[in-house]
T-cell receptor, first 113, second 112 residues
Framework: GEDVEQSLFLSVREGDSSVINCTYT??????LYWYKQEPGAGLQLLTY?????DMKQDQRLTVLLNKKDKHLSLRIADTQTGDSAIYFC?????????????FGGGTRLMVKP | SQTIHQWPATLVQPVGSPLSLECTVE??????LYWYRQAAGRGLQLLFY??????ISSEVPQNLSASRPQDRQFILSSKKLLLSDSGFYLC???????????FGQGTRLTVV
């Protein structure tokens, strides 16, 4: 089955850039997503990228996709304390499995003032 | 605009008691609906999904069941809760098979 892996923790200083990495195994993935979960809250969709794109930029967020290596990253420029949260990578398979997302375990981003 | 409501936000239930978590979506019709569970310190696991009224697919065998009595209502249930049912339950919806999912605020269930 599909597998999505993320590192557990990332700590950065306020104002620095954060890079959260994700690897996946399903070569037929169509869309890849980044969600943000703040403490005790649901998941908020941050951004997504279609599998035929290499990069997508949205304000402070940059998503890079290396389809050959099945590697996805989320870069947050000028990281703020409000960016502290758990970030989940998710992929949608290209099979007939339907619209089910496979999530990584989440990366906890801690921003130090 | 579309919104998704999930309640209650927190719930503490004794082992062996029943469970009913409700999720409703507003502002759209015939959405795909999902129940995910997030166990402590772990990622999200898809439990159930539904593409229409009365249509439920289960992803993992478990003590829980789901129902979709109305187009925009999705209910997660259990007849007898187990300690291992504790976790953070998230409802989500999407327009169709090729769009992103939007999540509710979640229900933190603690079985004691």
């Amino acid at each position: 089955g599909e597998d999505v892996e993320q590192s557990l923790f990332l700590s950065v200083r306020e104002g620095d850039s954060s890079v959260i990495n994700c690897t996946y195994t399903d070569s037929s993935s169509t869309y890849l997503y980044w969600y943000k979960q703040e403490p005790g809250a649901g998941l908020q969709l941050l951004t997504y990228i279609f599998s035929n794109m290499d990069m997508k930029q949205d304000q402070r967020l940059t998503v890079l996709l290396n389809k050959k290596d099945k590697h996805l990253s989320l870069r947050i420029a000028d990281t703020q304390t409000g960016d502290s949260a758990i970030y989940f990578c998710a992929e949608r398979p290209g099979s007939d499995a339907g619209n089910m997302l496979t999530f990584g375990g989440g990366t906890r981003l801690m921003v130090k003032p | 605009s579309q919104t998704i409501h999930q309640w209650p936000a927190t719930l503490v239930q004794p082992v062996g008691s029943p469970l009913s978590l409700e999720c409703t979506v507003e502002g759209t019709s015939n959405p795909n609906l999902y129940w995910y569970r997030q166990a402590a310190g772990r990622g999200l696991q898809l439990l159930f999904y539904s593409v229409g009224i009365g249509q439920i697919s289960s992803e993992v065998p478990q003590n829980l069941s789901a129902s979709r009595p109305q187009d925009r209502q999705f209910i997660l249930s259990s007849k007898k809760l187990l300690l291992s049912d504790s976790g953070f339950y998230l409802c989500a919806w999407s327009r169709d098979m090729n769009t992103e999912a939007f999540f509710g605020q979640g229900t933190r269930l603690t079985v004691v």
